[in-house]
């Protein structure tokens, strides 16, 4: 046999291989996310709707069988800290999805930090559970769907962007490299999701805030969409940037850098 | 005194009915070893096309089909008819929608160029290139996946094939278009159409490896032209038999592959795959760069060219699906059954999958 190339690049084919991606859906629990709009009843605050809304977004991912045979979703809340709803598990599995904490404060910096921390025992975790004889598994960069309505307020004050961002940081540079998409209700913080989220070179960023006519319903569907958007289909240069989902609109760009 | 005949005579006729019910016995027992039978012999192909048309890959385990690959044998018909009536005994394949056929099928001359896109079906070629000691043969399929099929949307995989007269040498091509945009399956039918134009007219003595930059040069005007978003990875190759087996030359972008299999292994000829786990590929019509290389094949080698989707699937210190190929492609299956080969069912791999595979005879 003979070769044009001296060495064959034949490393990366030893082993069939399977791409796998983790999923964080993030849901900010604090008190505002639990206070309804004036003049409307209780249950209609956004958490509630949310809470109830989660499994549904898990049927609906788990219909999808790309998303069903390929992600494993994991469901974070924090108000003044962090907590796991539901552990990282592909979307086969049946997990219960516990009820958040009560808490007042809505604290990016543990949140964040807890996340950094977190990823490599999921890594760990999902390629036990996915490995097969024979198979490699690939675990892509994760995607963090944050939902929020609020501006980062910890310990009875204002969080201060340089605390939450070195643990932002963190999670989205090598090795983790999340992909974070910032979700806001209506009356979130603008500037907040920019500098949250992540982007592509050209300067735009998965920052989106919703419209006060969607309704929770709708936007839960839009995340779902957003998350089958960005997984699962062989790109030119990476999904960094997805598709504003219906119903919200991308922030362009920070309101303070405008002024 | 009524009564006591009355008593008397069953005893009496069932002394006469004892020929009559054995006779009737005897025929029950007939008529149910016929029925046994029949049924015995119809639960092998009710069997198999309950399982589908897929090949099932399962993690462990040996199938019996391996073992005797490993074993340098080929399985007379009627253990491959067992081998497709155990499957639920745990091997790691299950049948396909037909046994195997007792007579090798026609295989049609490839007199002019095919080109596969199937965007909405499974299609499948059979045939054979050149003649003589120098005849190649060919089967080529391509399936949508079941990611496409579940949003609606067309398989974006194409693939082709054709003889070029003057090198006498069968060209091949796969291309795999980018899922993240709507347009690539038509991106991906040009760039295979490209290769087998430019491959056609290739004259005796040049490099196989230029047919890459015209492709690549339709391509790009066909995407500029006609504003469409699309992109595609493309491995193409020739096969030119010789007297030792075949000199193969194999050029790409991107992450369709290329292998050949000889004797139970798999080796790797072309591949670009990342070991980050990101979906991200080189692509035609941004890069045109090719990555060349020839290699000389012995005789019952089998090359084959797949899109990710497929050959995902493949490793060289083996793989499930690896292993069961080696063993069934020891020669070339009938069409039908190559197609449920690429169509093997595992939930890990949901994208479109197509496949070239030549046996060098």
Known sequence: MTTQQPTAPFEGARSARIRTYLIYIVLDT?????????????????????????????????????????????VLAFNDRPEVLRPMTSLVQAVAIGKPRLGYGTDYA???????????????????????????????????????????????????????MVHRDRLVNLPIGARIAAIGLPGADRDTLWELATGDDNGSRNAFISDRRTTPRELSGSVVDAIQQSIGMSTSAGMLTIESPVGMRRIDRPRRARD | ????????????????????????????????????????????????????????????????????????????????????????????????????????????????????????????????????????????????????AFDGTPGQDACGITWNQQRQSLIAAVADGLGSKPDS?????????????????????????????????????????????????????????TAEGAEVTVSGVGDSEAWFLHDGAWTVLHHERRSDGENVTRHLPSQAQ??????????GSVVVLASDGFAGALGMDGSPLGRELAARWRQPPPPVEFLAQVNF?????????TAVAVWIR
């Open chain 2, 1 to 148: 005194m009524r009564g006591t005949e009355v008593l008397a005579e069953p005893a009496r006729a069932g002394y006469d009915l004892v020929p009559l019910v054995a006779a009737l016995l005897f025929l029950v027992s007939v008529f149910a070893l016929v029925l046994w039978l029949r049924r015995r012999r119809e639960r092998v192909v009710t069997r198999s096309v309950q399982t589908g048309t897929g090949v099932v890959l399962r993690a462990g385990g040996t199938s019996r089909s391996s073992k005797q690959a490993s074993a340098g044998r080929r399985s007379p018909p009627s253990q491959q008819r067992f081998r497709l009536s155990s499957a639920k005994l745990g091997n790691p394949v299950r049948g396909l929608a037909f046994g195997p056929s007792r007579r090798r099928p026609t295989e049609p001359a490839l007199t002019s160029a095919v080109l596969i896109h199937g965007p909405w079906f499974h299609t499948v070629y059979h045939g054979y290139g050149g003649s003589g000691a120098a005849r190649v043969v060919i089967r080529a399929a391509t399936v949508r996946g079941v990611a496409h």
């Open chain 2, 290 to 299: 090719g990555r060349a290389r020839r290699i000389r094949v012995p005789h």
């Open chain 2, 345 to 353: 069912e595992d939930e890990f791999f949901t994208d479109d999958r």
């Open chain 2, 185 to 241: 399956g038509d991106v991906a039918h040009q760039a295979v159409a490209g290769v087998l134009r430019e491959g056609q007219r290739l004259a005796a003595g040049k490099d196989f490896a230029a047919v890459l930059e015209p492709a690549a040069g339709q391509v790009r005007r066909f995407v500029e032209k006609n504003q469409v978003s699309g992109a595609t990875t493309l491995v193409l190759s020739e096969i030119r038999p």
């Open chain 1, 30 to 74: 604090s008190e505002s996310m639990r206070t309804p709009a004036r003049g409307a009843a209780p249950q209609d605050a956004p958490l509630q709707h949310f809470v109830n809304l989660i499994p549904r977004m898990l049927r609906d991912l788990a219909d999808s069988p790309v998303i069903n045979s390929i992600a494993s979703v994991s």
């Open chain 1, 110 to 164: 543990s949140v964040l930090k807890f996340m950094v921390e977190q990823h490599p025992k999921d890594v760990r975790a999902v390629n036990l559970g996915r490995a097969r004889e024979g198979l490699t598994v690939d675990v892509a960069r994760p995607w963090v769907f944050f939902i929020t309505d609020g501006r980062p307020y910890a310990r009875s004050a204002n969080q201060e962007t340089a605390e939450w």
